[in-house]
C-alpha cells in the first residue's frame, strides 16, 4: 500500500493502542498457565503472531470482545504439530525457541523474509548450555530454527550487547525446568526495560527471579515453578505513542491529548521527556494517564542514548531533523538488528526529504532544517513508515510506499492520525 501526504496540524483526542510487549508477554504467560484472560490485548500482526503460536504448544485462546480468554497448558507445552510461523515478530521467535526448549520433542520454527535475517546465535548457544540441542537449518544462527527440548537448568552467560528478547526468553522458559539456572549477562545489556516488563509480569504471574546487580548483572532462576496468571489488563504503548506526540510537537496549530499512558515499565514513556528537553510544550498527568502536547514552538537539538529505548530512534530521528542544532543519536547499534537495519533505512530515506545526516556504526548525526516533500522507502518496516509519516505531514507532498506494515505493532496508525486531521490519502493501486 502507498499513502500520499500533504502539510497537516493535528487536533483533538486520541485513546493510546495497547502496549505490543505487554501483549506479547501477558499471552504468552498466560499461556503457560492454567487459565487466563487478557483485557484490552493489541490485536497486531505481531501478537498474533505469538497467539498462533501458543496455540500450536498446546493452549486454547479465545478472542471475546476485548478479551483473549486462555485456557493455557500449565507449564507443560507439547510438541507443536506444525512448524511455529512467527511472521515479522522478533519477539515471538525468541520467547517461543526458548519454550521449544522445555517439550518433550523438536520444534521448527521460522518467520517471513525478515525475520529470517535475524541475529539468534547467543539465544541458540545458551539453550544448548541448558540441555536442548538447537541448530539453524542454514547453520548462520537465523531462522530457520530447529529446537528439541531437553532444558535442564545450571550456570550460563549470555551477551546482553544483541538483544534482550533472549534474556526475557530465558527468563520465561527457565522457571519450568528441573534445576535452578543462573543467566549472568556480559557487557551492557542493551533494551533493559524489556527484561524488566517481562520481570513485572513474571511476578505477577507468580514466578520468583532474583535480580543481582552488584558486579554486573545475574538473574537467579529457580526451577521447578508454576505460573498462574489470572487475570491482566494491556496498558498503553508508549512507542506507538511517540509518533502522535512527536507529530503534535513539530506540527504547527496541534493540540493533541493522548489518553491511556499511565506510568509504566516501558522504557520508551522516555518519548515525554526527550519531548520537554527539546522544547516541546507537553504536559503529562500521570494520575489521569493523559499526556497533552501543542505545537508551534521551534524545537532544539538533543543527544539521545538510544541503549536501553531502541524503538525510539526513527521519532527521535525526524524529530532532530526539523531541530534547530545538530543532533546525536548514539549508543544505537542494536538498532540495526531490527525489521531492518534502522539507521541505514533512516540513513538512506531521511536525505530524500533534505535532512542532512551522517551515519556511523553505532550512531546517527542530524543537523535539522526545512523537510522537502519527497517519494520515500517505507522498507516494509511499521516504525520506519510512521516516523517517515511524521515528516510528511511538516514537508508535505510526500508519498511513502510499504504502508501496510504499520499492522505489526499499531494497525489504526492511519485512521488514528486521519481522526486528527492529517491529510493523508491511500493512493490507489495502478
Ligand atoms: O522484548 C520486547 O518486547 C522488545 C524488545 C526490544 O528488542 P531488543 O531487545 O532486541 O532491542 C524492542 O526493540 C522490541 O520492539 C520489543
Ligand atoms: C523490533 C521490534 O519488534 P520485534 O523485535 O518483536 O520484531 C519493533 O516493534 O520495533
Not at 505487554?22 to 487478557?38: C, K, M, Q, W
Not at 541475529?119 to 548457544?125: F, K, Q, S, V, Y
Request: glycine share 10%.
Amino acid at each position: 500500500m502507498r499513502v500520499s501526504i500533504n502539510k497537516s496540524s493535528i487536533k483533538g483526542e486520541v485513546f493510546a493502542p495497547p502496549s505490543k510487549s505487554y501483549t506479547h508477554r501477558a499471552i504468552t504467560l498466560a499461556a503457560l498457565s492454567e487459565e487466563a484472560v487478557v483485557h484490552r490485548p493489541l490485536l497486531s500482526a505481531d501478537t498474533l503472531a505469538t497467539v498462533r503460536a501458543s496455540r500450536l504448544f498446546g493452549a486454547s485462546i479465545e478472542e471475546k470482545g476485548d478479551k483473549l480468554l486462555v485456557r493455557g497448558m500449565a507449564g507443560r507445552p507439547g510438541v507443536p504439530d506444525d512448524v511455529i510461523d512467527a511472521a515479522n515478530s522478533g519477539t515471538t521467535l525468541r520467547f517461543m525457541t526458548a519454550i521449544a526448549g522445555l517439550t518433550d520433542g523438536i520444534t521448527v520454527l521460522t518467520g517471513d523474509s525478515s525475520l529470517r535475517t535475524r541475529p539468534n546465535g547467543p539465544l541458540l548457544e545458551v539453550l544448548n548450555r541448558l540441555g536442548a540441542k538447537t541448530c539453524s537449518t542454514r547453520g548462520n544462527e537465523r531462522a530457520p530454527i530447529v529446537v528439541k527440548g531437553g532444558i535442564k537448568g545450571s550456570e550460563v552467560e549470555i551477551s546482553g550487547s544483541i538483544s534482550s528478547q533472549f534474556i526475557s526468553a530465558l527468563l520465561i522458559a527457565c522457571p519450568l525446568a528441573e534445576n535452578s539456572t543462573t543467566l549472568s549477562i556480559i557487557g551492557k545489556l542493551k533494551s533493559r526495560p524489556y527484561v524488566d516488563v517481562t520481570i513485572e509480569m513474571l511476578g505477577l504471574a507468580g514466578i520468583k527471579i532474583h535480580t543481582d546487580d552488584n558486579n554486573g548483572i545475574k538473574f537467579i532462576i529457580p526451577g521447578k515453578q508454576k505460573y498462574s496468571l489470572k487475570e491482566y489488563t494491556i496498558p498503553g504503548d508508549f512507542s506507538s505513542a511517540s509518533y502522535l506526540l512527536a507529530s503534535a510537537a513539530m506540527l504547527d496549530g496541534s493540540e493533541v491529548t493522548v489518553k491511556n499512558l499511565f506510568p509504566s515499565k516501558q522504557g520508551d514513556k522516555v518519548i515525554i521527556d526527550i519531548l520537554k528537553q527539546m522544547g516541546a510544550d507537553i504536559t503529562w498527568d500521570m494520575e489521569a494517564g493523559i499526556v497533552t502536547v501543542r505545537g508551534g514552538r521551534k524545537l532544539k537539538a538533543i543527544t539521545f542514548d538510544a541503549g536501553s529505548t531502541p524503538d525510539l530512534v526513527p521519532t527521535v530521528a525526524v524529530l532532530a531533523s526539523v531541530a534547530e542544532g545538530t543532533s546525536r543519536i548514539e549508543n544505537a547499534e542494536h538498532v540495526r538488528y531490527k525489521e531492518t537495519d534502522r539507521l541505514h533505512a533512516l540513513a538512506t530515506e531521511l536525505p530524500k526529504m533534505g535532512v542532512s545526516l551522517k551515519e556511523e556504526k553505532d550512531s546517527l548525526t542530524i543537523t535539522g532544517g526545512t523537510l522537502e516533500g519527497a517519494e520515500v522507502h517505507g522498507w516494509d518496516d511499521h516504525r520506519i513508515v510512521m516516523s517517515l509519516a511524521m515528516a510528511g505531514m511538516v514537508a508535505g507532498n510526500t508519498k511513502i510506499d510499504t504502508t501496510e506494515s504499520v499492522s505489526i505493532s499499531y494497525p489504526d496508525f492511519f485512521k488514528d492520525m486521519c481522526s486528527l486531521g492529517a491529510k493523508i490519502e491511500e493512493i490507489p493501486e495502478e
